[in-house]
């Protein structure tokens, strides 16, 4: 039996999946008694399983299929042209890494799920897997995308052990192990060059890895310089970027405000001012503080040229609940930086226009996802109850924002062509 195959079977009741958002219980202050009647009032079509979502999973599930199957040179080569092709989805995600992300899937969640209930650095299972992944990157030495799996297997434990706590709150023995695995997916890759493969996603992988490196502060603009110039379109890249430049990591908000407007700069053909709003996105959440060098008019310009560009709903329903939800919860974070504040409420406004504008189908998985700063660390608890969270913070911000023409009994109907308010 395939080591990938004995994992499934060992674990039958843990669910792999991406990681996502943290389903929390809604209070009972958040539940409106007197609300309009949505069901009347409200008129846009809900999406359970967005386009985004099921291109996601699908791909997903296939890199885990071929990987349980020990097919990894058919992976590679799916992996190599997805790579090569620049194919991504509608939300910027590069469908090699759901790929790849399947592939390690197995090896990962064994990892997550003995960190929590076990004792790792005992379990052979976990030590036999980890082998089982060297011994296919000794089969295929001169192959970058098995390294690439590899490797992010070896960052996806190290981050397992880790957390998301500060370096502080974290036992020291989980900054040991943290460290050992950067180190050891680092070697991996040691022998390609993402540039002249013209690999996106080994790039990609390198800048990720660079938080194991300590002395990486002086090449992370250049190296993330090089990823965007690979792949502009994909915005996960420059996303990662902003976050990365904020000073907990290899930056200062002035670096990061910097590098902003450079990779703007570089992709206005693409973006027009989209990539500046792109470095910010994740970073206003991360460290709600930057806001304090954001350039607001140029930000919203950003997000103005994203949703002019966009063909799905996706970024439409993400820049409406990262206004809505998100940005509101950041703000909370604040305490007394006034100056931050009022920059992201600035922000909180655009909500309104992107709502009027451009949203015509509802995707509460991502309002939900909105909801925990669009962590992708979390852990998903439950899908059903990720999709009813969302679904009533939407509803929630709907009232807020239009409620004054439901109660006059006005119904609001959501359409591609921008909001339209009739009598009901």
Known sequence: MSIFKSLAARLPGMQITPRTAVVKKPSK???????PDLDRLLVIPV?????????????????QFLARQERWE???ILVQNEDTQR??????????EPLCQGARSDVVALAEHLLIYGK??????????????EGILNEYPDNHVIATIVALAHL????????????????????????????????????????ELDSSLLTSARCALLVGNPNANDRVADDYEDLIDLAPQQQRHIRALGHHMLPQWFGSYGSLELEARRTASRTQDIWGAGAYTWAFFDALLVDPACARVLDIPFFLEGMRDILERSEDQHNANMFASFAAVSIPNAAKQCGEDLEAIAALKQIQKSAQWIMSDHLHELHPLIWGHAIEGFDNQARIASIDALFKQGREKANQVFVSLFGDQML??????FTPQGLFVQQA
Not at 88 to 96: F, K, L, Q, R, Y
Not at 120 to 133: C, D
């Open 29 to 35: 202050a958040s539940i409106q008694t007197d609300a």
């Open 47 to 63: 999406s359970k399983e967005p386009r985004e979502e099921q291109l996601r999973s699908y791909h997903f599930n296939q890199g």
């Open 74 to 76: 058919d992976l590679s």
């Open 87 to 96: 194919h991504a989805s509608d939300g910027g995600v590069p469908i090699a």
């Open 120 to 133: 790792p650095e005992e379990n052979r299972p976990l030590t036999e897997a980890i082998f089982a992944l």
């Open 156 to 195: 996806d434990i190290a981050w397992a052990w880790r957390g998301t706590e500060s370096t502080r709150d974290t036992p020291a023995r989980n900054l040991e192990a943290f460290s050992l695995h950067c180190k050891r997916a680092q070697q991996v890759l040691d022998p390609f060059c993402g540039i």
């Open 408 to 413: 006059k009994g006005n119904a609001l109907i």
